[in-house]
């Protein structure tokens, strides 16, 4: 068990809630609403916190990106798993554990549903662009990807299997340079 | 095509093949059976596939076969995670998986078949993921919430394993010669272990009355349908069918399960509870 007391001086600290994260098309709550309500600016302080936790595989989105952080309230966060064997599931649950730990959110639990089922749709917009700007193609229908190293539309898949279960291994047939596309669920 | 020998049945063995089947059905009641069945399936298929890693004839074909080995044991953990749950006696799926013997496992024979090879494997896939894509498409609607949400989410990921061992099988029965004929053999060795997805025995059939399972006899058209489309497009003929072979879903099974499980099962039997 981590605690704070053990982790370099400024980690332990609260974080400042900023509002970076959040489901997009979440309006801030009113200040007059925080005062009657301070569950309410609980809730947005956890979804800053959450904000803050990359995906272990993809460091560049944040588990709120990824649209795997499904709800908050004071006291718990709701958690899904994106695909069934991902072995990364266990380490973004503990990844969050020690995010809210270490902002002081010792007693929010962390809860895991199955229902309904993640799909690359709750992915953010921001997650996409920033999925895109680090080299992975974002999730789409169209048949053919766009290649995220200069952007021509002249690609094949080269294995519906990559790198991690979410990818796909895509080649671009302009650049030739080779890469990962997020497979569409 | 060579046929295999057909299955000699002992006199006064009944058709079914399950001739020395113990008359216990669904020990541990009807959902704890089925949730047996199913994770059984997906961990010996998982594990199988797992012995390709780093064998496989390309990088690409070895990324794919983990990679659907990997989500056949992500099912395995939520079926049998909530199969411990359900029994309620502090098993989880890391006990049902590494603490159960051959006898008390529910998986189907074609499962457990040698990996052989890669056009053998790519049969066994294609038989299996076919028929676990259209048992899920159903399961989605389970009476048990954990079911129906595992196989909402996993009937996704199993489409890509049956399109991907139909495109092998397809590949490899219209190729070379040599291709060809490990093909037709791979599907030879295969094709005895079908009707068993199809077997509704007693428990089965009680967990479809009661809303958990999915009655397969349902989809077998469909799945001969498809079965037949992809060996059409391969330029294959399907094997003729032989007597099946029952038992696996009431634990019996063929020599192969044994040495599965010896491997898999080795360290936590020789340092139990041992961790990272």
Same mark, same amino acid.
């Given at each position: 068990m981590v605690t704070a007391a053990v982790r370099p001086p400024g980690e332990g600290a609260p974080r400042k809630a900023v509002r970076c994260?959040?489901?997009?098309?979440?309006? !801030?709550?009113?200040?007059?609403?925080?005062?009657?309500? !301070?569950?309410?600016?609980?809730?947005?302080?956890?979804?800053?916190?959450?904000?803050t936790v990359p995906?272990?595989?993809?460091?560049?989105?944040?588990?709120?990106?990824?649209g795997i952080v499904r709800?908050?309230?004071?006291?718990?966060?709701?958690?899904t798993p994106t695909y069934t064997g991902c072995p990364a599931t266990q380490v973004i649950e503990r990844d969050i554990r020690d995010a809210l730990d270490a902002a002081g959110f010792r007693d929010v639990a962390i809860e895991t549903t199955l229902a309904p089922p993640w799909t690359t749709d709750w992915i953010t917009e921001s997650g996409k662009a920033k999925l895109h700007a680090y080299g992975i193609a974002p999730p789409s229908e169209a048949a053919t990807a766009t290649c995220p190293q200069c952007g021509s539309a002249e690609t094949e898949e080269l294995s519906r299997f990559g790198s991690t279960p979410c990818k796909a291994l895509w080649r671009c047939r302009a650049c030739l340079e080779p890469f990962d596309r997020f497979k569409c669920h | 095509m060579?046929?295999? *020998? *057909?299955? #000699?049945? *002992?006199?006064?063995?009944?058709? #079914?093949?399950?001739? #020395?089947?113990p008359a216990r059905d669904a020990v541990g009641g009807v959902l704890f059976d089925t949730l047996l069945r199913l994770g059984d399936d997906s961990l010996i298929l998982g594990q199988r596939l797992g012995e390709w890693c780093g064998h496989a004839p390309s990088v690409e074909v070895d990324l794919s076969l983990a990679n659907m080995a990997l989500d056949l044991i992500g099912q395995a953990s939520h079926f049998l995670n909530h199969a411990g749950a359900v029994e309620g006696k502090g098993r989880d799926g890391d006990a049902l998986a590494f603490r159960r013997d051959v006898l008390d496992f529910r998986n189907c024979w074609l499962v457990e078949q040698p990996n052989g090879d890669f056009a053998q494997t790519m049969a066994r896939q294609l038989l299996f993921s076919t028929w676990q894509e259209m048992l899920f498409g159903r399961l989605q609607a389970s009476?048990? /919430?954990?079911? +129906?949400?595992?196989? +909402?989410? +996993?009937?996704?990921?199993?489409?890509?394993?049956?399109?991907?061992? +139909? /495109?092998?099988?397809?590949r490899l029965g219209d190729g070379t010669d040599e291709s060809r004929r490990r093909m037709a053999d791979g599907l030879d060795w295969m094709w005895r272990f079908v009707p068993e997805l199809f077997e509704m025995d007693a428990a089965a059939a009680e967990s479809a009355a009661q809303g958990i399972g999915a009655d397969v006899s349902l989809f077998r058209e469909d799945y001969d349908a498809r079965i037949r489309a992809v060996l059409a497009q391969a330029t294959l003929e399907a094997p003729a069918d032989q007597r099946p072979i029952l038992g696996g879903r009431r634990g019996h099974h063929s020599e192969h399960l044994g040495h599965i499980l010896a491997p898999m099962q080795y360290l936590p039997r020789t340092y139990p509870d041992a961790t990272w």
């Open positions: 994260g959040g489901p997009e098309g979440r309006n !801030p709550a009113p200040y007059f609403k925080d005062v009657l309500d !301070p569950g309410l600016r609980r809730g947005d302080e956890i979804w800053a916190v959450l904000a995906d272990p595989e993809i460091p560049v989105v944040s588990v709120v990106d990824l709800a908050v309230t004071p006291d718990r966060v709701t958690i | 060579a046929s295999l *020998p *057909p299955i #000699d049945l *002992p006199r006064g063995a009944t058709g #079914d093949g399950s001739f #020395d089947a009476a048990d /919430e954990t079911i +129906a949400a595992v196989a +909402a989410k +996993a009937v996704k990921e199993v489409r890509y394993h049956a399109e991907l061992s +139909a /495109e092998w099988v397809i």
